[in-house]
Nanobody, 120 residues
């Protein structure tokens, strides 16, 4: 079992930036496909960004491409999501996930989420 804990959410104005981080309970975290998802109440959860096992291959949803960057964190068992030029429509609960199918299918491990709120 892998436990994931997200941090870094908060409230910002449109155009601002936030950096989310996900800490895993295992140092084999880097062997998994890893991704960030988000969910707005009343809507289905959607994939935002995915990182391949090689730590280099990335995939971004069209809505965030060019503004968000997924990467390894500073520690071996962490995953970051740098979010720039945030828009009100980015407001959602953001979840870290691991061990799925490329890019956003059937992930087995999920964090509890961190809220991001962007005001206009």
């Amino acid at each position: 079992q892998v436990h994931l804990v997200e941090s870094g959410g908060g409230s910002v104005q449109a155009g601002g930036s936030l950096r989310l981080s996900c800490a895993a309970s295992t140092f084999t975290f880097g062997r998994f496909l890893r991704a960030w998802f988000r969910q707005i109440p009343g809507r289905e959860r959607e994939g935002v960004a995915a990182l391949g096992r090689d730590g280099k291959l990335t995939y971004y949803a069209s809505a965030v491409k060019g503004r968000f960057t997924i990467s390894h964190g500073n520690a071996e068992n962490t995953l970051d999501l740098q979010m720039n030029n945030l828009k009100p429509e980015d407001t959602a609960m953001y979840y870290c996930a691991a061990d799925g199918a490329w890019p956003f299918d059937k992930y087995n491990y999920w964090g509890q989420g961190t809220q991001v709120t962007v005001s206009s």
